[in-house]
């Protein structure tokens, strides 16, 4: 992204933008045409895969969207993974005292952004090192969410999926990607949405010049402690979100620890990303692909090999893809870093 | 005003700087949790009575807050000495979980050593599985340009399905009607034992706490680990060999937290048990921080922690409290310790000069 803090958008140069993303675009187009190889040999198998691996995704890349807004406006956030999880609970809990999926799923994204405010209140007021804020939302989620949850609460219904007219009915595509939850499809909308507001809008342009040389920002009169504030809670929004879709949407209850790490894995997929809302998008299918590949291939259970080396598989191969084609990323030069007004 | 400035008084003064912050930050974090525990129903004077029952009442209370602080100081010092370097290892979990799955493989499938053999070359096998384990994303790193982050986040996954397996699999206690994935017990002759009250592997832990201590500020490669952590350029322009550093930086701390994990192991569960040491590696992040990521400061803060943990379920036993509690305190603990211009602001001391800490520079260096 060298240079881009000074532009709000570019002139478009296909060659420098297949350069970039020549290494995504082939993969998309792998990913395309084995799906249809797959398809033609086994329809439904097929369509269950990539569903799920969208379903799989969904966290993952809220996650990433949320580390990402704060990153780019200089802020780190590691307690993803705490924003999700008393997002998650808050929303469950809600929900089972007032039978509203909504009211539930809004009280969940307020969780997050709350944490969102705390996480901004250390870095940017309070100058605390960003990585120590982030572990103190995760502690502190952690600890609030079990010392309140009671063993046997249970909620009525999740959200369900709503099929979108006749585009449902379209053989592979109907299913995948016009069938799906409410915080699916928002998701998917996000995600553009947020690409968009990156690099096409003031606001981006602004977070992300507080992002790179917060310093020159003030001197043009961009309030930094305010870009600042405004990305980080954003983020928690998206974390909120994130956590209400695996109580509300994906599971349709609370666990102890329930996120499981998906807030670090949240983390990884931005970075895989390169600070990139359509590059962690990306990442996060792959890894959702992994997910939902191992669990048919373990459905099938004609191959004997151990579950648990399924298990790794999506870990491996981020890790191989990682080292063996997105190599070095560059975050934004004045992340983690807290800013000094003179 | 004599009395003021004697050398005695001035020494109590400088312990009293640097001590009165985290003193300071336990006070008010133990308020704030009184605070919560009041808001639920729960009586904070009886719980914290017994969550201090449980940790320092006795001798036995004291040797299980020294078990519990035992794998805690090492994962503590696995994640503060790779800070130092300006590495951030979140993968000191899996590291520690193959450090204990290779010293419980060592100390059940040998049989017949002394134990003044056995048992330190079970120690070994697992400080050097862990150090193994842990120089990947170190080599991952220089070689590829992969982040140590997520390196070490998806190797934790690795770590836990692996071990899973070999608990299941090749490793599983073949004692008939055993349906539990877990290794047969280790031999006697590998177990660490415990001077009356203090756990043996506690004592290990402090040399090793010094020994890293050492290291960072007396040797010729702790101050290339030190300067490549506070600047890889100019650590690269001094002709230091900047990959060599990250690589081994990231081994010696898989090393301290497959040391944690054997210790565990060998000292006190006496088998690998999938999930038994769950946290252990996670909590080795909040200690690393609670310690100012010092060698020497991890020591107090494992033992702060470990003595909590060891509390938390005579608290809960006796004062029905959930032992989660114990985290928001914690979580308190570490915000008031980081977040040192409030608590100046209460205490009304002056800043002690120090190495500053510096942990999100380490973010896209390199």
């Known amino acids: 992204m060298e240079g881009t803090a000074v532009r709000v958008s570019e002139r478009f140069d296909t060659r420098r933008f297949l350069r970039r993303n020549g290494v995504a675009l082939g993969i998309v187009l792998l990913v395309l045409v084995a799906s249809a190889i797959a398809y033609s040999i086994t329809p439904q198998r097929t369509g269950a895969v990539l569903a799920a691996t969208l379903r799989a995704s969904t966290p993952l890349i809220l996650g990433a969207l949320c580390g990402l807004y704060g990153e780019r406006a200089g802020v780190i956030n590691i307690g993803i993974e705490g924003q999700m999880l008393l997002g998650a609970f808050v929303a469950f809990i809600t929900h089972a005292a007032v039978n509203n999926l909504l009211v539930g799923v809004l009280a969940g994204i307020l969780a997050g952004a709350i944490l969102g405010l705390f996480l901004a209140f250390m870095s940017v007021t309070l100058k605390m090192d960003q990585i120590i804020g982030g572990t103190v939302i995760n502690i502190l989620a952690f600890g609030l969410t079990g010392y309140f949850y009671q063993q046997g609460m249970s909620i009525q219904g999740k959200l369900q999926a709503i099929p979108l007219g006749p585009l449902a009915d379209l053989p592979l595509i109907g299913p995948v990607l016009f069938n799906n939850p409410p915080i699916t499809y928002i998701t998917l909308l996000l995600v553009a949405l947020s690409h968009y507001v990156l690099f096409f809008t003031r606001w981006g342009l602004r977070t992300r010049a507080v992002g790179e040389h917060p310093r020159a920002a003030d001197t043009v009169g961009i309030n930094v402690y305010f870009m600042r504030y405004a990305n980080v809670i954003i983020g928690g929004c998206f974390a909120g979100l994130a956590g209400a879709f695996i109580t509300l949407e994906q599971v349709g209850s609370f666990e102890r620890m329930m996120t499981n790490g998906r807030g670090f894995l949240a983390l990884a997929m931005m970075i895989f990303g390169k600070w990139n809302p359509l590059g962690a998008w990306g990442a996060s299918l792959l890894i959702g692909f992994t997910y939902a590949f191992q669990t048919q291939l373990q459905f099938l259970g004609t191959i004997n090999i151990p579950p648990q080396f399924f298990g790794m598989l999506p870990y491996l191969l981020t890790i191989i893809v990682l080292a063996g084609f997105v190599g070095r990323a560059r975050p934004p030069a004045a992340d983690g870093i807290p800013y000094e007004k003179e | ?366």
């Open chain 2, 1 to 366: 005003m004599t009395v003021r400035n004697s050398p005695v008084a001035e020494v109590a003064r400088r312990i009293w700087r640097s001590a009165s912050i985290p003193l300071g930050s336990v006070l008010l974090a133990l308020l704030i949790g009184a605070i919560l525990l009041l808001i639920s129903g729960a009586s904070p004077l009886e719980a914290y009575r017994a969550l201090f029952r449980g940790s320092f009442g006795d001798a036995r209370a004291i040797g299980r807050t020294l078990e519990k602080a035992t794998p805690l100081v090492f994962s503590g010092l696995a994640v503060a000495f790779a800070f130092k370097a300006g590495l951030f290892n979140i993968g000191a979990q899996g590291q520690l979980i193959f450090g204990a799955v290779t010293a419980a493989a060592i100390g059940f499938m040998i049989e017949g050593l002394p134990p003044l053999v056995h048992a330190p070359l079970a120690l070994l096998g697992g400080a050097l599985a862990g150090a193994l384990f842990g120089a990947i994303p170190g080599m991952l790193k220089t070689y590829t340009g992969a982040h140590e982050v997520i390196t070490t986040i998806m190797l934790n996954y690795v770590a836990i399905n692996f071990t899973d397996y070999l608990a299941n699999g090749p490793l599983k206690d073949p004692t008939p009607g055993n349906i539990v994935a877990r290794t047969p017990a280790i031999e006697a002759s590998a177990r660490i034992p415990a001077l009356g009250s203090i756990p043996i592997g506690f004592i290990i832990a402090l040399a090793v706490a010094a020994a890293t201590w050492w290291l960072l500020w007396h040797t010729t490669i702790g101050y290339e680990i030190r300067t490549v952590g506070l600047n890889p350029a100019a650590a690269r322009y001094a002709g230091m060999r900047v990959s060599l550093t990250i690589i081994l930086t990231m081994a010696l701390s898989g090393l301290m937290a497959g040391m944690g994990g054997a210790v565990e192991t060998l000292g006190i569960v006496g088998r690998f048990q999938p999930g038994f040491n769950v946290g252990l590696g996670f909590d080795g992040i909040t200690i690393a921080l609670l310690g100012k990521t010092h060698p020497l400061g991890v020591i107090p803060a494992a033992l702060l922690v470990g003595a909590m943990r060891a509390g938390s379920s005579q608290m809960q036993f006796d004062a029905n409290v959930a032992t989660e509690i114990i985290d928001v305190i914690l979580a308190i603990i570490l915000f008031f310790v980081a977040a040192e211009t409030i608590m100046r602001w209460i205490l009304r001391t002056r800043a002690v000069s120090e190495e500053k800490v510096t942990l999100s520079t380490g973010w896209g260096q390199q």
